[in-house]
């Protein structure tokens, strides 16, 4: 792990050598190369947490909630995958196991949403992995069955109607888990709490806009919980600063766009980090005496996972701003421009060369990709890709698929892009241009 993270800085080090200085001075509070190391530190912070927290977390549909935070990381979640297709074809297109407690299999929401969010991160079609239709098998059962035995399931369930574009799903379980959120007080679950709001406000998060001020409520309540070496849980229990509370808080100002005090809450969870990276540390409730702990790390693995994202916006939105700037004049380079610059981990633009039809099925053709791991295949019924959209992996040696089994006459957009591993986590190409045809 140490020799990864050395070659981690070492990227950062030339990064910012050829950044122009006007880019890393955008902003008075964070430049550009710091937002770049900060992001390093996360991935390899996130690296760190998954290996620890690997031996003591079974890859079963049980345990879908702790596997989920293995996904948004990018890490290994081919043991899931097995159980779940081994899951599906037992209970011939349900999803059902028991919890600890429970003394026979049922359906919990959260198997599904945990499904469609693993599948849809992998790029797997959630309409047809293992010859299941999960999306459908998930929003039968949302039909009668509403009821989130834990409310931080919400997260994983309203991004998974997100990713299905079941906006009404998602809007009636919001609905229903704001009825326990008091403006000014925050939410209520055995009591409020930093990590409640917190978790409340992240769930929320890919319908803000429908839902902005308690959005915004939430995110402003966050604030009373902060101490000098970080957050703390609530005022009736524990008031002592801990790692969980402040993974939550930077969770949600990550995905609330609020991007210096997601940095400045990742600085502060350092204090909680162990010597090893990426492990982190509680306060034993009897003795008091700080040691590693896997819930502080799996909270922190889950924040990492959200704080990576918002480090990749803010990347793009100083590279953006500054684009329309002059820059300072560089001096005279010492060392030959194709040595100093940092090799592209992105993969080319896919370009589509062909899009045929035929009875029921649309045929796609384009240009190879030299390098790439493989390529996605994506088609939709409208031009936003929001509805009735499917994925389809496609062999790095092909760059051929035909689509079967669609609707006889209708119109259909599709779309191409490839991605290849770095460092075991998937960087994608951008999107071709979007294509439109009709069946026949």
């Given at each position: 792990m140490k020799k990864l993270l050395s070659v981690l800085l070492s990227a950062v080090m030339i990064f910012s050598a050829v950044v122009p200085f006007s880019?890393?001075?955008e902003t008075k509070t964070l430049g550009l190369k710091d937002v770049v190391t900060a992001?390093?530190?996360?991935?390899?912070?996130?690296?760190?947490?998954?290996n620890y927290l690997k031996a003591s977390t079974p890859q079963t549909v049980a345990n879908s909630y702790e596997v989920h935070k293995f996904a948004q990381a990018g890490g290994d979640v081919s043991e899931y995958l097995t159980a779940l297709e081994s899951n599906l074809k037992a209970n011939n297109g349900k999803i059902m196991a028991r919890q600890a407690k429970e003394t026979k299999d049922s359906e919990n929401l959260v198997y599904y949403a945990v499904?469609?969010?693993?599948?849809?991160?992998?790029?797997?079609?959630v309409t047809n992995f293992g010859g299941y239709n999960v999306k459908q098998a998930f929003e039968t059962?949302?039909?009668?069955?509403?009821?989130?035995?834990n409310p931080y399931f919400y997260r994983c369930i309203v991004e998974a109607c997100k990713a299905i574009?079941?906006?009404?799903?998602?809007?009636?379980?919001?609905?229903?888990?704001?009825?326990?959120?008091?403006?000014?007080?925050g939410f209520d679950y055995w009591g409020v709490s930093c990590d409640n709001t917190a978790m409340y406000a992240s769930s929320i998060a890919s319908y803000k806009a429908q839902y902005q001020a308690n959005f915004n409520d939430a995110i402003n309540v966050l604030s009373k919980y902060k101490k000098a070496k970080g957050y703390y849980s609530d005022d009736k229990y524990t008031t002592s600063e801990?790692?969980?509370s402040t993974a939550y808080a930077m969770m949600a100002y990550s995905v609330a766009g609020e991007f210096d005090k997601a940095y400045e809450a990742y600085q502060l969870l350092k204090n909680f980090e162990s010597k090893n990276n990426g492990v982190f540390m509680a306060a034993d409730w009897k003795t008091g005496v700080m040691g590693e702990n896997n819930l502080a790390t799996a909270d922190a693995l889950r924040a990492l996972s959200y704080f990576d994202k918002a480090c990749d916006q803010k990347i793009k939105d100083l590279s953006n701003s500054d684009s329309t700037k002059p820059t300072e004049p560089k001096p005279a380079p010492t060392t030959k421009p194709e040595t100093a610059k940092p090799q592209s981990t992105t993969p080319a633009k896919t370009k589509v060369q062909k899009i045929s039809t035929g009875k029921k099925s649309i045929t796609a053709q384009w240009k190879k990709v030299a390098g790439v791991?493989?390529?996605q295949v994506q088609i939709a019924t409208n031009k936003k890709f929001s509805k009735n959209k499917k994925t389809f992996k496609v062999s790095k040696k092909s760059t051929k698929v035909k689509i079967k089994k669609l609707k006889a006459k209708k119109v259909y957009y599709v779309r191409v892009r490839s991605y290849k591993k770095v460092n075991g986590k998937k960087v994608y190409s951008k999107w071709s241009t979007v294509r439109k045809v009709k069946t026949k």
């Open positions: 880019a890393l001075a992001q390093v530190e996360a991935k390899a912070d996130m690296l760190g947490a998954m499904a469609i969010d693993v599948l849809t991160i992998l790029g797997k079609d059962f949302a039909q009668t069955n509403k009821n989130v035995s574009g079941n906006d009404k799903l998602a809007r009636d379980l919001i609905d229903q888990m704001s009825k326990s959120y008091t403006v000014g007080s801990n790692a969980d791991s493989a390529y």
